[in-house]
């Protein structure tokens, strides 16, 4: 490997003072820095970046270190206990043995304990890596990583790969240069078999049904494709590790798995349909996880998503799999349909099974129902089915909340710290329950005037009742509140700040939910719950365009051209 020039050298060590250009290997390259990455880019605009897409990564690096904390201490745990039993049995057998030859007292080499120690001992597959922007990063500001498969299909994509692995000094002493995909078929699978970041040309669905076996398999995939990740999924769920390796995953197929457009395109890609309510991108959340929940099943394995994200115009999720046929008959309980009022946005949930506990037994069984009619109780609009769908915890709380302190206490690691702070504090905020209310759905549905959203909160919170806000949509109202208690506060509100019945027909929401008295009296004083840490201490709570025309930028249409995530 060509040593890096003195201009390559100051550049890598202070990515602030990189020049716009230079030279590598007798071609002139344009560079873009982001985290402790620096990245060459054909003059030729054969590839691009989006730093908008710079969010992501750096919230995909805190998420990664937090799982490596933690799993290195579960792993430490397991040593302990395995160690504290041996230690047990030893101490059994002693005692009710007789006085025994010197020459057996001596412990076999075999019955040794083992300390666990956690060196660099977890692997990582970037399976559509590009650029390996994303898989460089994770080398230089992850620590305990032992290597990562960047792979990419295209030819072009694995030069681009190997040419910045080399810049920014991961490769090893020798590479080899992976052959020209347009030369073999099936594609190569060459791979350098050293180094922290290794190139890799392959279908990245072979490659990953390929590591199935336990030995092959990755302690973290990451998907992170153009569009949706679904025919990625069953594959990637097999070649995680089974006890607690991560997945993350990116579908940027907003339009398919939040819109109402295609449902018969999400229910052929995702096995569910959207929601058409203001809660329809925590339903992508949703439609993502029962996906691949559906597929882990059906190999006894399971999933436990830590943290679920919409951002801008993408989802993003990271989720812990396991084996265990025991939990994978509880999802069951954890999959449902959602019914949803086009007329005044109401929503209810209906799970598949339910179970019951009977000492150390669970029984399961179908659920009852379904919970409602065919028309909306409340405006008396046709309901809308949705789903299948997760039902169960978008979030592992403790996860999220050591990752805030991780990133809190990072000061200088992430470019965008200041917005992550806000994400993961409102993600800790919310309350695990399904779907929830806009302000704009609720005042949309009566006519009125919209209220505050400290008012409604209040109102719930006096009443009883739990809420938070969600951090896909702002002046959003996540409650365990049934409906009717929350259309009581409406028209408690409704009855302070008047409107004009005649305005509307009979049969119109409006109408026939005003037309009710409420059953509740809402009490709109402030409650000290309702403004979040996340209000009171001024957080980054949603996304403002970061610059104009900014967005997922359209695919390059030049043939064989490498694309970073948009």
Not at 101 to 127: C, I, R, W, Y
Not at 159 to 176: E, F
Request: proline letters at 7%; charged letters at 20%; a neutral charge.
């Amino acid at each position: 490997m060509p040593k890096p020039t003195a201009s390559v050298k100051k550049a890598l060590a202070n990515p602030k003072l990189a020049p716009e250009t230079v030279e590598f290997e007798g071609t002139e390259y344009k560079l873009i820095t982001e985290g402790q990455a620096t990245i060459l880019f054909p003059n030729t605009n054969e590839v691009f970046y989006n730093p908008v897409q710079q969010f992501n990564r750096d919230m995909s690096i805190a998420a990664i270190r937090t799982w490596s904390e933690i799993y290195f201490e579960e792993q430490q745990a397991r040593a302990d206990k395995k160690a504290a039993l041996r230690e047990a049995r030893q101490a059994k057998s002693a005692d009710g043995a007789k006085e025994a030859p010197k020459e057996t007292e001596k412990q076999p080499m075999g019955d040794a304990p083992t300390p666990f120690v956690a060196p660099s001992n977890f692997t990582v597959l970037e399976a559509l890596s590009a650029t390996g922007l994303r898989s460089i990063r994770y080398a230089k500001e992850i620590p305990n990583v032992r290597y990562i498969i960047a792979n990419d299909l295209e030819a072009d994509a694995v030069r681009s790969i190997t040419r910045n692995v080399k810049y920014n000094g991961l490769a090893p002493p020798a590479t080899d240069v992976v052959a020209d995909a347009a030369k073999t078929d099936p594609p190569t699978t060459t791979t350098s078999s050293d180094g922290l970041v290794r190139p890799h040309q392959d279908d990245a669905i072979a490659l990953m049904y390929r590591s199935r076996g336990a030995a092959q398999q990755f302690h973290v995939v990451d998907l992170d494709p153009y569009g949706s990740a679904a025919p990625f999924i069953d594959a990637a769920v097999q070649s995680v590790a089974d006890r607690g390796g991560l997945l993350c995953v990116t579908c940027t197929d907003l339009g398919v798995l939040a819109g109402t457009n295609y449902p018969e395109v999400c229910f052929a890609k995702y096995g569910g349909t959207p929601v058409r309510n203001g809660w329809c991108h925590e339903m992508a959340l949703r439609l993502l996880i029962n996906s691949i929940q559906t597929s882990a099943a059906r190999y006894g394995r399971y999933v436990v998503p830590v943290m679920s994200c919409s951002i801008d115009f993408y989802i993003r999720i990271f989720v812990r799999v396991y084996s265990g046929r025991a939990q994978v008959k509880n999802f069951v309980t954890q999959a449902g349909m959602v019914y949803s009022c086009p007329g005044c946005y109401t929503f209810h949930t209906d799970p598949f099974g339910r179970a019951t506990t009977r000492g150390q037994s669970v029984k399961y069984n179908a659920s009852c129902g379904p919970s409602v009619g065919p028309e909306c109780e409340f405006c008396g609009q046709k309901q809308h089915l949705a789903g299948p769908a997760w039902l169960g915890p978008l979030h592992d709380q403790d996860f999220v909340k050591r990752m805030y302190k991780l990133v809190d206490e990072a000061k200088d690691a992430f470019g965008t710290r200041t917005r992550m702070l806000g994400m993961i504090q409102l993600v800790s905020e919310e309350l695990e329950v399904p779907g929830f209310y806009t302000i704009a759905n609720l005042s949309g549905a009566v006519h009125c005037n919209s209220p505050s959203l400290v008012s409604i909160c209040s109102a719930l919170l006096h009443a009883g009742y739990r809420v938070s806000g969600s951090h896909a949509q702002p002046a959003s109202i996540k409650t365990d509140a049934p409906p009717h208690a929350v259309w009581d506060v409406m028209r408690c509100w409704v009855k302070k700040n008047p409107v004009k019945l005649e305005n509307f027909g009979e049969a119109s929401p409006a109408a026939r939910i005003l037309g009710v008295e409420p059953k509740l009296e809402a009490n709109f004083t402030k409650h000290p719950d309702a403004s979040p840490t996340s209000r009171r201490d001024n957080f980054v709570r949603y996304q403002e365009n970061p610059e104009k025309n900014w967005g997922p930028m359209a695919r390059a249409k030049k043939s064989g051209a490498v694309h970073d995530q948009p």
